[in-house]
């Protein structure tokens, strides 16, 4: 990614480090996005550190962390196990009875992936410097099921559903409509992933 970026963008600016011991001074950015990171880490409390560190006074922070309160997950698995049910039915009959080799399934993962309430996230975000300015949900669907494909398909639909009300609607009205949607408490908890904006004082003092 790292090199696609730099042919990309014709520049040298793109660096790997490790989150927890970000290779960068003090009061280095005005931002830092951090997406897809926190919940694979051991601890929240080092990478919090060192964004808070790297900033500058004043400066914002947006960071992504897999929602407890989903049930997405929980239907995902459930996808996962009623497949590999189903899946030697229909190895049976397409592979084996014609004489052929079924395909070797993936390898599960075995990588730990936290998730977060996000009452207790902003606490932890407080505790850490941080003051929580918005938050918005994002993710809908299954993404380890071979089930997916009826998500991607109702997304599909979706999308040409949505130009069609453009046209009728304009793109202002929807694009106020999807803000709403997913800043609203009653919805958000339903979401695959949220993501928080962050700012933070260089007070000295943990807000």
């Not at 730099?6 to 950015?29: L, N």
């Not at 592979?95 to 730990?112: D, H, M, N």
């Not at 300015?133 to 299954?142: L, M, P």
């Not at 009826?150 to 202002?172: K, M």
Request: hydrophobic share 40%; charged share 25%.
């Amino acid at each position: 990614m790292i090199r696609y970026a730099s042919h990309r963008h014709k520049s040298c600016r793109f660096r790997v480090g490790d989150a927890e011991s970000i290779p960068f001074e003090d009061d280095t950015f005005d931002a830092v996005v951090c997406l897809g990171v926190i919940e694979y880490l051991a601890d929240d409390a080092p990478a919090l550190s060192e964004i808070r560190r790297v900033l500058k006074p004043g400066g914002s922070a947006v960071v992504s962390t897999p929602s407890a309160a989903s049930p997405l997950p929980r239907m995902d698995r459930l996808c996962v196990q009623l497949v590999a049910v189903v899946r030697p039915l229909y190895h049976l009959v397409k592979y084996r009875l014609r004489g052929q080799r079924p395909p070797v399934p993936p390898t599960a993962s075995t990588v730990t992936i936290r998730r977060y309430y996000l009452g207790k996230w902003r606490r932890t975000l407080r505790s850490c410097g941080f003051t929580c300015e918005e938050s918005v949900c994002h993710g809908w669907g299954w993404y380890r099921s071979e089930l997916g494909f009826v998500f991607d398909f109702v997304c599909r639909g979706a999308a040409l559903s949505r130009r069609g009300l453009e046209r009728c609607f304009g793109r202002a009205p929807l694009s106020r409509a999807k803000n709403v949607l997913v800043r609203s408490r009653l919805l958000s908890w339903l979401a695959w992933e949220q993501i928080v904006r962050l700012s933070v004082l260089k007070s000295g003092i943990l807000m």
